[in-house]
């Protein structure tokens, strides 16, 4: 079963603006990241969160976790057309040799030129 | 780097048929994914290997598919006997964990599998 559920579902947005994206989840996760497909492509990796830390920013990108809620944000600010894509979150729980992955359903998110 | 590849992109196959997926993960990468995109289901984990031996398998939904990593440079998923609820796109993926410095798992493009 997916650990991660995104919301929304789909959001459509005119350049410029903000998107913001969260993620749910289920159990006690070692880290969460968050990937993006384009149609036809594989996932591409945008940044990753551990379960010590609260915010971390790459570019335009700014992600939240808050553990006691077990809930992540996604927030791309600036918005491009390129942006349009499926963005999905992945909780990610490591022991031992043991390294997991688990992904949500994603958010489909399309940018307005 | 090449990144990942996989091949074939694109397989057509009549049910029952064998069908074999082929991966090359990133040079050094000591571990290797196997999933399986839908979308009824999304993406699911189907099994993983660490240093070439298979860690969880649990993901593998049954005796049909099975998956081979004869070594660092080469891995396979097979199908046989194929049907056609196994139409999806299947990524293969690489990730070094180096100490845990690195949790980033890299994709191929996928193979895009249609069983009629």
Avoid at chain 1, 2 to 31: H, V, W
Avoid at chain 2, 53 to 58: F, G, R, T
Wanted: hydrophobic share 30%; proline share 4%.
């Amino acid at each position: 079963s997916q650990q991660g559920e995104e919301d929304p579902q789909a959001l459509s947005i005119q350049e410029g603006e903000n998107a913001t994206m969260n993620c749910s989840y289920k159990t006690s996760i070692n880290n969460l990241q968050w990937y993006r497909q384009n149609s036809g492509r594989g996932l591409v990796h945008l940044i990753l969160i551990r379960s010590n830390e609260r915010e971390k920013h790459s570019g335009r990108l700014r992600v939240t976790l808050d553990t006691s809620k077990k809930s992540s944000s996604l927030l791309i600010t600036a918005s491009r057309a390129a942006d349009t894509a499926s963005y999905f979150c992945a909780t990610g729980i490591s022991s031992g040799s043991a390294r997991q992955l688990t992904f949500g359903s994603g958010t489909q998110l399309t940018v307005l030129p | 780097d090449a990144g990942v590849i996989q091949s074939p992109r694109h397989e057509v196959t009549e049910m029952g048929q064998e069908v074999t997926l082929r991966c090359k993960p990133i040079s050094g990468h000591d571990y290797l994914f196997w999933y399986r995109q839908t979308m009824m289901r999304g993406l699911e984990l189907l099994i993983y290997f660490n240093n070439n031996v298979p860690i969880d398998d649990s993901g593998m939904p049954e005796d049909r598919f099975s998956a081979k990593m004869p070594n660092a440079s080469f891995s396979t998923l097979k199908i046989q006997p194929s049907e056609p609820r196994d139409s999806a796109v299947y990524f293969c993926a690489s990730s070094f964990y180096d100490r845990g410095r690195d949790e980033t798992q890299y994709f191929g493009p996928g193979t895009r599998l249609l069983v009629l």
